[in-house]
């Protein structure tokens, strides 16, 4: 399974987002079709053909704020939705 080296920004929430590839690593396997070992003339729909997870992933920035998903999730919007199956979700309490 082929891999990449990237690129990409760690936020205040933990989550590291890919910003870019660097650069592609071959598994030089003749069973993936990403790779350049896989035979041209292959039509086989078991070959690989997706890329494994990246190899390295290089931050080039840090930020205090929120990945998007995380943003989404935590904070409801204005209309008061929020997915409560997103884990670490803990509703506002409201002092009557």
């Known amino acids: 399974m082929c891999q990449h080296d990237s690129e990409g920004i760690q936020y ?4 590291y987002v890919k910003t870019r ?12 079709a990403l790779s350049s070992s896989h035979p041209s003339y292959c039509q086989s729909e078991h070959c690989n053909t997706l890329y494994g997870p990246d190899r390295s992933e290089t931050i080039t920035r840090f930020t205090a704020k ?8 935590y904070n409801p919007n204005q209309s008061g939705h929020y997915n409560p199956n997103h884990s670490g979700y ?3 309490h409201h002092r009557y």
């Open 66 to 73: 929120w990945c998007t998903s995380c943003e989404q999730s």
């Open 90 to 92: 803990q509703p506002k």
């Open 21 to 32: 590839n660097v650069g592609k690593v071959d598994c030089s396997s003749r069973d993936c």
């Open 12 to 15: 205040g929430c933990g989550h």
